[in-house]
């Protein structure tokens, strides 16, 4: 069965320190994988994606993504936390190509202290 | 270019009523997409569209209906609603492999 697991339910960072939202998969081919962050009140926005290639990818806004394909984990990380990071992030799967529909976590809602 | 666009923001229905959201998009995508997120559940897809003509059902397409007469609107019904119809509803629409999100419509069934 396809499925994205997102352990972690609510983090809580102090601004400045070091950020770490885990994502794990199952996927029956080789799939694409994508971070989404979700700020109160608004829709999605893409931060990053992987397809291929390079197993470490940078996004917007500071954050990157490990793809590990041995542990079908896709990571999100950013060195130094800001306030304006507080939001739900959301790690995503998709087939390859363009066709397809997207299977999405539960979510990470990430607080930050000051 | 405004993107995707879903209205209205905010609704409340009574059980039994009807409504439909309203979801259009300026891009010219083909793909479009329904989702629902509810607390601690993420988002899961109601339904999609790969074309103008051609819907298809996701994962929780039950008191769901679409359509599909043009590229730019997917619109969602509700013919009957349902408390457990109260949830977050988001469309989406994807050039490639990129989905782009609209803001979302609240929507509380008493």
């Known amino acids: 069965a396809q499925s994205v697991t997102q352990p972690d339910i609510h983090i809580t960072v102090s601004e400045g320190a070091s950020l770490e939202l885990r994502c794990n998969y199952s996927y029956g081919a080789t799939p694409y994988l994508f971070w989404y962050v979700q700020s109160p009140g608004q829709g999605l926005q893409l931060l990053l994606k992987y397809f291929s290639g390079d197993t470490l990818v940078q996004g917007i806004k500071g954050f990157e993504a490990e793809f590990k394909r041995s542990q079908s984990s896709f990571n999100l990380r950013k060195p130094s936390v800001h306030w304006s990071d507080a939001a739900e992030y959301f790690c995503?799967?998709?087939?390859?190509?363009?066709?397809?529909?997207?299977?999405f976590g539960k979510g990470t809602k990430l607080s930050v202290k000051p | 270019n405004a993107g995707v666009t879903q209205t209205p923001k905010f609704r409340i229905l009574k059980i039994g009523q009807s409504m439909t959201l309203q979801c259009t998009q300026d891009m010219n995508h083909n793909y479009m997409y329904w989702y629902r997120q509810d607390p601690g559940m993420g988002l899961k897809l109601i339904y999609y569209?790969?074309?103008?003509?051609?819907?298809d059902k996701g994962e929780v397409p039950n008191g769901y209906n679409v359509s599909r007469s043009t590229t730019e609107d997917f619109p969602l019904r509700l013919e009957l609603a349902a408390p457990s119809q109260t949830s977050v509803y988001f469309c989406?629409?994807?050039?490639?492999?990129?989905?782009?999100f609209g803001q979302g419509t609240r929507l509380t069934v008493v």
């Open positions: 995503a799967v998709g087939p390859q190509g363009s066709q397809g529909n997207l299977i």
């Open positions: 569209s790969v074309g103008a003509g051609i819907t």
């Open positions: 989406a629409s994807k050039l490639g492999t990129e989905a782009f």
